[in-house]
């Protein structure tokens, strides 16, 4: 897992008003909006406020730091830590941030990709921070991870800023973003899904499936599992023509039980914390999935290179 004296945190994390320009409620960005040294503060101060939350073992402070599925994702766990009494381990381990790269904009949101280098998970964490308007606090809203030995595709700069791809833009690739993650989850959806032939058949499909196989599996239960996906909103264009996109996948398993049986989890699991008594007639797990989907150039195939996810709620009957 990853992640305030509080009052510090909103000025730490706001970053300095005067690293964006303003002119008549547009922007004209005459430099990035926040500097490699800046984006190190803000990790400082984001991995403050994440061990504040880990020691009460209480979400709540995440809320000032991240947003969307990111704090979903996180509560999820935090609520799972809680229903098993458990402590969460705190970020205290050396972090290196590796890039950042910052788009030019013309008006709010603003946001910037970052990498950072985790020597101690042996991951890098590829985040996206945005910021709403010029008074509010950068917020976490995308933080797929990628082993430390995956090459992540060097993003295009265009007149020293990264250069953003419009998520239906499919110039130079098979497909645009927007298109690719509605491919990608329609074939997590369905392996003989017309779509499975236009994505590759990366390892997080691979684990998907090898997970949907086992559940099916199960003597006198009917599972299913659908998938659906965000609108994309964060894509970079990559230095070979291509894109790196940041998709969000939502996914949910369904369980019916025959008359007289019980399905559960392994203790401590996050299933089994959710629905600790079990599933006896019928039941539901939720999960957010972030995906770091690169699109190659020309006919290349999309394929997930990183990802980040878990269970964010459940019910049963």
Request: hydrophobic share 40%; net charge neutral; aromatic share 8%.
């Amino acid at each position: 897992m990853r992640r305030l004296s509080l009052l510090a945190l909103a000025c730490a994390l706001t970053l300095s008003a005067c690293a964006v320009p303003h002119k008549r409620g547009d922007l004209t960005l005459e430099k990035t909006a926040a500097r490699t040294s800046e984006v190190s503060a803000v990790f400082s101060e984001y991995r403050k406020v994440r061990n504040t939350a880990i020691e009460l073992l209480d979400a709540k402070p995440l809320s000032i730091v991240e947003s969307g599925p990111v704090l979903a994702i996180d509560s999820g766990s935090f609520e799972v830590s809680q229903r098993l009494a458990k402590t969460q381990k705190q970020d205290t381990g050396a972090f290196e941030v590796t890039d950042v790269q910052t788009p030019r904009f013309g008006k709010y949101p603003l946001w910037f990709f970052a990498v950072v280098h985790d020597d101690a998970a042996a991951v890098n964490r590829v985040q996206i921070f945005e910021r709403e308007t010029a008074v509010e606090p950068w917020l976490l809203v995308a933080s797929p991870e990628t082993l430390a030995d995956t090459q992540i595709p060097d993003i295009r700069r265009e007149g020293g800023n990264a250069l953003t791809v419009k998520p239906d833009d499919a110039v130079g690739m098979s497909m645009s973003a927007s298109a690719a993650a509605k491919a990608y989850a329609r074939t997590l959806a369905d392996p003989a899904s017309a779509d499975a032939s236009k994505v590759a058949d990366d390892s997080f499909i691979k684990q998907m499936r090898t997970t949907a196989d086992n559940n099916a599996k199960l003597e006198g239960v009917t599972f299913s599992q659908s998938w659906g996906n965000d609108p994309v909103k964060y894509v970079l264009r990559t230095t070979d023509g291509g894109a790196l996109a940041f998709v969000t996948l939502l996914r949910l398993d369904t369980y019916e039980v025959r008359d007289g049986l019980t399905i559960s989890w392994p203790e401590g699991t996050p299933q089994q914390a959710f629905l600790s008594s079990g599933i006896s007639s019928s039941g539901k797990l939720r999960y957010y999935h972030q995906v770091l989907l690169y699109i190659p150039p020309g006919s290349g195939k999309p394929r997930a290179i990183g990802q980040f996810g878990g269970v964010v709620s459940a019910d049963s009957q």
